[in-house]
């Protein structure tokens, strides 16, 4: 069938994106779901700076790709073997699925699928096949997804079926944002009540992560990012403190949490965001990066802090989450107003708009922006 989708055809684009229109809005060939495969309409796509980290080279993909892995839809038709799946129902995709057979798989943590990163890696469906051509020639998938798009083809184990009754533009922001922010509380971190948290780098996944921490009872709650706009979302939910990063940022939260956070949680995707992090972390504290760099970046750590102060530095890979059993217990909090994801939505746009998304993205004036498509 042919479907309408954004195509990155070249890498390396650093800024001017409305101008520079690295992703093409075109008519793509999509084939139809084969065996474990699902054909999807996608209803809203968010916007992250996983795609972004694509189109600048900071997260290197082959080449050309369907961009966009935070989306909700509907299913249109399944693929052999798919039961539990039927036409019209809602689903939330999962750029981070699990086999169910693998060692990760097996000890519960299918972020760490070794077959979704072996399939993902290289443009791939989990499957092992791509659906996706335009000119007689393979176009790759982006994470399993490809969800700037007006339809895709996903594997069974990308998507997760979820209530009728929650509006699309709503549930997309689980995709991602939700389960990478919030996860990384609930599930790394593990945060208790009362706590001292701090977020580094407010976009859609530190937002997402300043609502999972005043959710989990957190008592102090520190927002830190470079924007002012985004300290002013911050606090509205759910932020006591906010600073702006930059210079003295350490001292200046080591003074309001009265010598550091029991918490503190990188998601800016940098090492100088990750280096913060970790100095603002008290004795005995936790630091939790769930920000992806460029492969080549290097952290310098101070090893003899790490064991005289009885540090922990974890790394969390979409909030450590086991999405079919996070999502309903997330989408059960947003029912109860502890999770109101909607605040963080500042933009939707139709697909024709997606480079003028990635500059918001870029400048800072945007936290979580949704496409929405059909």
Do not use: W
């Not at 060692?103 to 519960?108: K, L, W």
């Not at 009754?165 to 689980?174: E, V």
């Not at 971190?189 to 701090?198: E, L």
């Not at 300290?231 to 939260?253: C, N, P």
């Amino acid at each position: 069938m042919k479907i309408t989708a954004a195509v990155l055809e070249r890498g390396e684009v650093k800024g001017n994106y409305a101008a520079e229109k690295p992703l093409t809005v075109r008519e793509v060939e999509l084939a139809p779901p084969g065996p474990g495969e699902v054909l999807i309409r996608i209803a809203a796509a968010g916007v992250c700076h996983s795609d972004l980290s694509v189109i600048n080279g900071t997260r290197p993909r082959p080449l050309p790709m369907v961009l966009g892995h935070e989306a909700s839809g509907y299913v249109e038709e399944v693929g052999a073997g798919v039961d539990d799946l039927a036409p019209g129902d809602h689903v939330v995709c999962i750029f981070a699925p699990g086999c169910g057979r693998c060692t990760p798989c097996a000890e519960g943590r299918p972020a760490l699928c070794e077959k979704a990163a072996k399939h993902h890696g290289v443009g791939e469906l989990m499957t092992g096949h791509r659906r996706l051509s335009m000119d007689g020639r393979p176009v790759h998938h982006h994470v399993g997804i490809s969800a700037f798009a007006s339809h895709a083809v996903v594997a069974r184990q990308s998507l997760v079926k979820v209530d009728q009754d929650i509006a699309p533009h709503i549930s997309t922001l689980f995709s991602c944002a939700m389960l990478t922010g919030a996860g990384a509380v609930f599930n790394t971190a593990h945060i208790k009540p009362g706590a001292k948290v701090a977020v580094v780098g407010i976009g859609g996944v530190g937002m997402a992560a300043i609502l999972g921490a005043a959710a989990a009872g957190a008592g102090q709650i520190v927002a830190i990012d470079p924007f002012e706009n985004k300290l002013e979302v911050a606090r509205q939910m759910g932020a006591t403190d906010a600073v702006k990063a930059g210079e003295g940022v350490v001292e200046a939260v080591r003074d309001l949490t009265n010598g550091g956070v029991d918490y503190a949680f990188e998601l800016a995707g940098s090492v100088r965001a990750l280096e913060t992090a970790y100095d603002i972390t008290r004795r005995g504290g936790t630091t939790v990066t769930a920000g992806l760099p460029h492969p080549d970046s290097r952290m310098a750590l101070n090893a003899l802090k790490l064991v005289a102060e009885e540090r922990s530095l974890k790394g969390s890979y979409i909030g450590s989450c086991v999405p079919q059993r996070d999502l309903p217990r997330m989408f059960a909090l947003h029912r109860r107003g502890l999770l109101p994801v909607e605040k963080m939505l500042s933009h939707r746009l139709p697909l024709a708009d997606i480079n003028l998304a990635m500059d918001r993205l870029e400048d800072g004036s945007a936290i979580r922006q949704v496409v929405e498509i059909g």
